[in-house]
């Protein structure tokens, strides 16, 4: 997926428009990119996120990134 697309979904995906993505929100962020997956695969996901909170747009973008590409793997 394109820079512009994790754009437009980080847009999609930032319910409260706080400008972050919360944990929660990544969740779903997740499954739609990248369908549905066991609560193992989410947990090793979210783990690849560090201790953040919260993910603002760029760091988002990189994250989904390196995602896409383990996955692809």
Same mark, same amino acid.
Request: charge should be negative; proline fraction near 0%.
């Given at each position: 997926?394109s820079?512009n697309k994790y754009?437009?979904?980080?847009q999609?995906?930032?319910e409260d428009?706080n400008?972050?993505?919360s #944990?929660? @929100?990544l969740r779903?962020?997740?499954?739609?990119?990248?369908?549905e997956?066991d609560d #193992?695969?989410? @947990?090793?996901?979210?783990?690849?996120?560090?201790?953040?909170e919260?993910?603002?747009?760029? @760091?988002?973008v990189a994250?989904m990134? #390196?995602?896409?590409a383990s996955?692809? @793997?």
């Amino acid at each position: 997926m394109s820079d512009n697309k994790y754009r437009e979904a980080f847009q999609q995906f930032d319910e409260d428009g706080n400008g972050a993505i919360s #944990s929660d @929100e990544l969740r779903t962020a997740l499954r739609s990119a990248f369908g549905e997956m066991d609560d #193992s695969e989410m @947990e090793n996901l979210l783990a690849m996120k560090g201790d953040k909170e919260c993910l603002d747009m760029d @760091e988002f973008v990189a994250f989904m990134q #390196s995602v896409e590409a383990s996955r692809s @793997e």
